[in-house]
């Protein structure tokens, strides 16, 4: 087999290629083997956007393909700029370096349990800790000066604004119901005063989902433990990372949402406030409605947009 990375156009191939880790795998090792790595024991994520591989169950090899070198220095960026910075652990970067045109990071691999392992069973007091803690994390993380994230592109107003362009389309793509795409165009009027364009920003990481951190039990009681995979990194305003928590975590539940928001240092959310998170929800660069607000049978429970983010921040 040829030990060199092949070059892709499109997305849709790279996943292909990935999806069949023989084809990758040996370079990825070779890679390892380059640097002194132990590579007796590989484990390969099947999970992610680009070839990621565990190395001797202390160290994570993750390699981009150029199409995604944005993630690249996202990643890079992010870990250099909050290294000793936060309170949480997160991945040092070991060993750098670039393979046929791809770079790539080997990395420290966290202790704990994937989140998303963890999550759906843990006691409703403990979903509202960690959410908790989850919201206290990102605004540690927001306090962190941006560095040379700030120059990440797009810039938030440019992102933003084109976000609001494509909003409707996407959607209507994504068979969000009539009843929600009636009450957008006044959503997006709203969007325009509600979301700040100009503030100083902040550090993004966009997606503070379960997949994306781990937890660790002490006492019978589970808490946050590290925080990973930071691809996605982008600088601008603070409430667009409450997002993710809030999709997929708070379940529409007033304590959680309690948690998360004070947390981060809300508290009791107005209507404004609400109103704002869900322009910003719309507006998220993976806005996904239908897949992605864990409330069941939320469709039938509103009326419209309004409704909605009642039921998604309830008091």
Known sequence: MPMTLPHFADAQAFRAWRSNPPQWLPIALDIARGHGLDVSAPHVFATGTNLVVGLSGKLILKIFPPLLRAQFVSERGSLMQLENRLYLPIPKIVAEGMRDGWPYLIMTRLAGTLGSEVWPSLPEVQKERVLRQ?????????????????????????????????????????????????????????AATLIPMDAPPVILIGEYIPENFLLACHDGDWSLAGLFDFGDVRAGWRDYDLLGPSAFMSAGRPGRVRGLLEGFGYEKPDHALKRRLMALMLLHQASDLNSHICIEGWQDKVDDLVDLQELIWAE
């Open 134 to 190: 989850i919201g206290e994390t990102i605004a540690a993380v927001q306090r962190v000066p941006l560095g040379p994230l700030a120059h990440i592109e797009p810039r938030w107003d440019a992102f933003m604004r084109a976000q609001m362009q494509g909003c409707r389309a996407r959607h209507e793509r994504l068979g969000l119901a009539p009843k929600f795409l009636a009450g957008l165009d006044d959503l997006l009027r709203d």
